[in-house]
């Protein structure tokens, strides 16, 4: 099983980027899938997920508005397109599956993370 995120980088505030993260060794398809992400000294938290077939969507308050999660079952790749970045968003962002396939379980598989810098 893998899951590789790419996409990350530096962005000034009001930036936009976009992760991917695609995916190997399960069946994608049937999985939920997650972004979450860790910021310097603080715990890892929930950034937004989906289900299986992209119909339900989950979002944190924070990010409410401002991200998009989106999925392409033929491609085995999830993405987050997160738009009007702000410095708080800095952390390292990861992409994760779970297999009840709503986006509202446990995950099972993690990515290994890309940095996400919002800096002026």
């Known amino acids: 099983v893998q899951l590789q995120a790419s996409g990350g980088g530096l962005v000034q505030p009001g930036g936009s980027l976009r992760l991917s993260c695609e995916a190997s060794?399960?069946?994608?398809?049937?999985?939920?899938l997650g972004w979450l992400r860790q910021a310097p000294g603080k715990e890892r938290e929930f950034v937004a997920a989906?289900?299986?077939?992209?119909?339900?969507?989950y979002y944190a308050d924070s990010v409410k508005g401002r991200f998009t999660i989106s999925r392409d079952n033929a491609k085995n790749t999830v993405y987050l397109e997160m738009n009007s970045l702000k410095p708080e968003d800095t952390a390292v962002y990861y992409c994760a599956a779970e297999p009840t396939g709503w986006g509202t379980g446990t995950y099972d598989y993690w990515g290994q993370g890309t940095l996400v810098t919002v800096s002026s």
């Open positions: 989906i289900s299986w077939s992209g119909g339900r969507k």
């Open positions: 060794g399960f069946t994608f398809s049937t999985y939920g």
